[in-house]
Every structure is written in C-alpha cells, then in structure tokens.
C-alpha cells in the first residue's frame, strides 16, 4: 500500500493515549524546527465543543467518525512541515467507523515518521500516570475508574503498534529533543535532512529557534 505522495508536506504524527504528552511534547517539537503544530483534539473542541458531550449526546462511534473527517481535512489544508497529535483513541478505532480508515491508520501507523508516547512502558506505571493527567482535564469529565480501565484495556493495543515508541514521562524538553533526532535522522535528503552545518547554519526548513 502506497501511503506517501510526492509534493505532499512533511507531517509527523505523535500518537498514544490522553496524558502521554503530545500537545506539550509536540508544540516543543514544532518550535525547536519552527514548525506547524496542530492538536487534533483542539480543533475538534472549537469545531464541535466539549468532547464528552458530543460523546454522551451521539454516541462513540459518531465522535470517531467526526474525528476522522476533522483530521483527513486538516491533512489536506496541510501546506507546510507540521507535527500533529492525534487524539487518544485515533489508532484503536473500530475498522468499520469509516470507508478510510483502515487505510488511514495503516498509513500512519507505517510511515517513518510516526512516534508513539506513552509515559512508561510498564503497563499498571503508565495507567497510574495517564489516568492522574486526564483526571485534570476538565473537558474529558473524566471518571477516575473509567479512565483506569480504558488505558488497560488499550495500553496492549499501543504496544503492539509498529513504530517508534518514546518514554514521555521525562523533562518534556528532553522528549521533544530525542523526537526531533529520530525524525531528522529519519529524513532522506530529498525531503530537506540538514547537513550538520551549510555556511555555518542549518538550512532554512529546519532552522531552531533561538
């Protein structure tokens, strides 16, 4: 299956699930290489509203259908490098939620350019820190004991995907440091890998910020 085109911008996806770090981790990440940064869970927040009443008032697999509409058309509004943080369950959805969704998480799940956070690789250690986050976060009316069993039940799921996994559960700007390596060593020079140094600076695409 042929995921990637050519002329298509750059785009690095951080998965895993609520409270592993991608909205911190990533907007680092899109700063340090002056970047696009888009956090799929916002944008459905200001297009839809609350995430847990759409939920309780339409049910899950309505909300993962919007979800998959919402992130294939900021993909296609995509016109420059961006990192995107998909939400939570993105990668576990029901194959049958939508026509393209198969494809979909394939594409992403293969591409080189993908990288799973998760806070620990120690199964009771992440659900104790996932659920701690996602408990502070007030538009999730989060529930203490669903959350405990949702990242369980799902935290098998994350292991078995096949990409890159990164511990997040350290200073967030260490993460996004050893996420920037990963995906600039992942980058043929065809699509901008910098030299070390080209007139004593980086070239233009992934010049940091200072």
């Avoid at 659900?127 to 203490?144: D, F, T, W």
């Amino acid at each position: 299956m042929r995921c990637r085109t050519e002329g298509v911008s750059l785009l690095v996806h951080l998965i895993g699930p609520g409270g592993a770090g991608k909205t911190t981790v990533g907007a680092m990440f899109a700063a340090r290489l002056n970047w696009r940064f888009v956090d799929v869970d916002q944008c459905f927040l200001a297009a839809h509203g609350n995430i847990a009443d759409f939920i309780r008032d339409r049910g899950y697999v309505e909300y993962a259908s919007h979800n998959i509409r919402l992130y294939e058309q900021l993909k296609r509004d995509m016109s420059a490098p961006t990192i995107c943080a998909v939400s939570s369950g993105f990668m576990l959805y029901p194959a049958d939620v939508a026509p393209a969704y198969p494809a979909l998480r394939h594409c992403i799940e293969a591409d080189r350019f993908t990288a799973l956070l998760l806070p620990s690789f120690d199964p009771e250690r992440c659900a104790k820190l996932i659920v701690g986050r996602q408990m502070s976060r007030p538009y999730l009316n989060a529930n203490e004991a669903d959350e405990m069993r949702k990242i369980r039940d799902r935290f098998p799921a994350f292991m078995r995907l096949n990409c890159r996994r990164f511990e997040s559960d350290g200073p967030p700007e260490h993460v996004a440091a050893d996420i920037e390596r990963f995906i600039v060593a992942s980058m043929p020079s065809s699509e901008g890998r910098p030299d070390p140094v080209v007139d004593g600076r980086l070239i233009p695409m992934l010049r940091r910020r200072i």
